[in-house]
């Protein structure tokens, strides 16, 4: 049997570059996309340090560009083959929304929802021609649970989860799975690195200072309790071979019980629990 294929992008990072290199060490052909291949390096120098180089290729991707897209799929494409696609390209876009311009809204939005739709369109017919194939959206808590703060990558996570419903209902008669990840917080850089906070927000004088500096304490207080991330690999590959995946996976400590309190509680009780755990 031919080796499968696998394309993840955003695989220079975070839960990417270490799907990436679980997959790899499974004896799945890699295609790790990334959008600065500088960084993507490091990857690479890990694989070889690990003897897995042979089972992954590093191809430049930004999910915001259409001709990116196109050039990768063509590559791709000659190859006729690619079983899995994980959508894990993203960022975190913060601050409290009187402050963030509009276009700031539209650069997460670019990114973490029409990158995964472009990204889907132009890879799934690969799939749909052989009947068979995983699409992994990288989804998170904040896709089914809002938080002050983050209303940018909160929206961009609501609007992957309801594109990612539909496609998956859309795509069964094809025997295609769509999946969605919603980790909670786990020990990556995308509250370091991969986080962007609106410019008016920072500034001492913003009307919403004490928010954010509840939020911030909030974040850093939680971070011995953020779980390793490579669970969150594991479980990517787990998907990858499972026969029939479910469409979410819910992952981290207290993200099934959150949101299902969050579901199940009446909406004043739900935020009166947010307000005094960002007060504590």
Same mark, same amino acid.
């Given at each position: 049997?031919?080796?499968?294929?696998?394309?993840?992008?955003?695989?220079?990072?975070?839960?990417?570059?270490?799907?990436?290199?679980?997959?790899?060490?499974?004896?799945?052909?890699? $295609?790790?996309?990334?959008?600065?291949?500088?960084?993507?390096?490091?990857?690479?120098? /890990?694989?070889?340090?690990?003897?897995?180089?042979?089972?992954? @290729?590093?191809?430049?991707?930004?999910? @915001?560009?259409?001709? %990116?897209?196109?050039?990768?799929?063509?590559?791709? /494409?000659?190859?006729?083959?690619?079983?899995?696609?994980?959508?894990?390209?993203?960022?975190?876009?913060?601050?409290?929304?009187? /402050?963030?311009?509009?276009?700031?809204?539209?650069?997460?939005?670019?990114?973490?929802?029409?990158?995964?739709?472009?990204?889907?369109?132009?890879?799934?017919?690969?799939?749909?021609?052989?009947?068979?194939?995983? $699409?992994?959206?990288?989804?998170? $808590? =904040?896709?089914?649970?809002?938080?002050?703060?983050? %209303?940018?990558?909160? %929206?961009?996570?609501?609007?992957?989860?309801?594109?990612?419903?539909?496609?998956?209902?859309?795509?069964?008669?094809?025997?295609?799975?769509?999946?969605?990840?919603?980790?909670?917080?786990?020990?990556? =850089?995308?509250?370091?690195?991969?986080?962007?906070?609106?410019?008016? =927000?920072?500034?001492?004088?913003?009307?919403?200072?004490?928010?954010?500096?509840?939020?911030?304490?909030?974040?850093?207080?939680?971070?011995?309790?953020?779980?390793?991330?490579?669970?969150?690999?594991?479980?990517?590959?787990?998907?990858?071979?499972?026969?029939?995946?479910?469409?979410?996976?819910?992952?981290?400590?207290?993200?099934?019980?959150?949101?299902?309190?969050?579901?199940?509680?009446?909406?004043?009780?739900?935020?009166?629990?947010?307000?005094?755990?960002?007060?504590?």
């Amino acid at each position: 049997m031919m080796e499968k294929v696998v394309l993840i992008t955003g695989a220079s990072s975070g839960f990417g570059y270490l799907t990436a290199l679980e997959f790899a060490e499974k004896g799945y052909k890699v $295609i790790a996309a990334v959008r600065n291949r500088q960084k993507g390096a490091r990857l690479l120098k /890990e694989a070889t340090k690990l003897k897995l180089q042979d089972n992954i @290729t590093l191809e430049t991707l930004d999910v @915001t560009c259409a001709k %990116s897209i196109a050039a990768l799929a063509e590559k791709v /494409e000659a190859k006729g083959r690619l079983d899995i696609l994980v959508n894990n390209a993203g960022y975190a876009g913060a601050g409290f929304a009187e /402050e963030i311009p509009v276009v700031e809204y539209r650069e997460q939005l670019e990114t973490n929802f029409f990158g995964a739709i472009a990204v889907t369109q132009a890879f799934l017919p690969l799939m749909r021609n052989r009947r068979s194939g995983k $699409i992994i959206m990288m989804s998170s $808590i =904040s896709g089914q649970i809002g938080f002050p703060g983050l %209303s940018p990558y909160v %929206s961009s996570k609501f609007a992957l989860e309801g594109f990612s419903e539909s496609l998956r209902l859309e795509l069964l008669p094809f025997s295609i799975y769509v999946t969605l990840v919603e980790p909670g917080s786990y020990k990556t =850089s995308i509250w370091t690195d991969g986080k962007r906070i609106t410019e008016k =927000s920072i500034q001492e004088n913003s009307p919403y200072a004490p928010q954010m500096k509840s939020v911030e304490q909030y974040l850093q207080k939680n971070e011995h309790n953020y779980g390793d991330p490579l669970e969150v690999a594991k479980k990517i590959v787990f998907i990858a071979e499972a026969k029939k995946p479910k469409l979410r996976y819910k992952l981290g400590k207290g993200v099934g019980m959150t949101i299902f309190l969050k579901a199940c509680l009446p909406w004043n009780w739900w935020e009166k629990i947010v307000l005094y755990n960002l007060k504590k």
